[in-house]
């Protein structure tokens, strides 16, 4: 166990943020006085204080949410892409399959250019919605209760990831502000 406790310490001191340095050598002194029994504990609270310290940045934020909406959006291909080929959608399957490429570069740009990146996405993928549904409905044609049903909830998911995205910023330009 004292191996272990000894591990899980110096993980916590390599976790934690840079400009917090000074507390970390601080703990590293009183981890040698603290009593065996105690030391497991007295660790697992530095993780802890590391883990909050090193995500309560605004690199911290961004880069937490840019990983979930990197994974939500590569779910998504993923998820509507392995349908589309099974052959789920029917004579939308083509159609469904752009969709699920479609979230796979949402993912992408995501990944390269972080919440501006997602937030161009979501924008962008709300207004080719809105392009599609007009066109349809230009058409005269109602279109499918199905299509109506995707159209809906590719706005709610888009809305959401550019709501994340926006809320990310903000709150890394108050911490940065405060900082």
Same mark, same amino acid.
């Given at each position: 166990?004292? !191996?272990?406790? =000894?591990?899980?310490?110096?993980? =916590? #001191?390599? #976790?934690?943020?840079?400009? %917090?340095?000074?507390?970390?050598?601080?703990?590293?002194?009183?981890?040698?006085? @603290?009593?065996?029994? &105690? !030391?497991?504990?007295? $660790?697992?609270?530095?993780?802890? $204080?590391? #883990?909050?310290?090193?995500?309560?940045?605004?690199?911290?934020?961004? &880069?937490?949410? &840019?990983?979930?909406?990197?994974?939500?959006?590569?779910?998504?291909?993923?998820?509507?892409?392995? /349908?589309?080929?099974? +052959?789920?959608?029917?004579?939308?399957?083509?159609?469904?399959? #752009?969709?699920?490429?479609? *979230?796979?570069?949402? =993912?992408?740009?995501? =990944?390269?250019? +972080?919440?501006?990146?997602?937030?161009?996405?979501?924008?962008?993928?709300?207004?080719?919605?809105?392009?599609?549904?007009?066109?349809?409905?230009?058409?005269?044609?109602?279109?499918?209760?199905?299509?109506?049903?995707?159209? @809906?909830?590719? *706005?709610?998911?888009?809305?959401?990831?550019? +709501?994340?995205?926006?809320?990310? /910023?903000?709150?890394?330009?108050?911490?940065? %502000?405060?900082?």
């Amino acid at each position: 166990m004292t !191996r272990f406790t =000894a591990l899980l310490f110096n993980f =916590a #001191v390599r #976790v934690g943020p840079a400009d %917090r340095e000074v507390w970390f050598r601080a703990m590293e002194t009183e981890f040698q006085f @603290i009593p065996a029994a &105690q !030391r497991l504990r007295f $660790a697992t609270g530095c993780l802890a $204080a590391a #883990v909050v310290w090193r995500i309560w940045t605004p690199d911290g934020v961004r &880069q937490i949410t &840019q990983g979930g909406l990197v994974a939500a959006c590569a779910s998504l291909a993923g998820l509507i892409t392995i /349908h589309a080929h099974l +052959g789920t959608f029917g004579p939308l399957d083509p159609m469904m399959t #752009v969709l699920g490429f479609t *979230y796979a570069v949402g =993912a992408a740009a995501t =990944a390269r250019w +972080g919440l501006r990146g997602m937030s161009a996405f979501a924008l962008g993928g709300i207004a080719l919605n809105t392009a599609f549904v007009s066109a349809w409905a230009g058409g005269l044609a109602e279109p499918p209760g199905f299509v109506r049903a995707l159209s @809906i909830e590719a *706005y709610l998911i888009l809305a959401t990831f550019l +709501g994340i995205a926006a809320l990310a /910023h903000s709150l890394a330009r108050r911490l940065e %502000r405060a900082a």
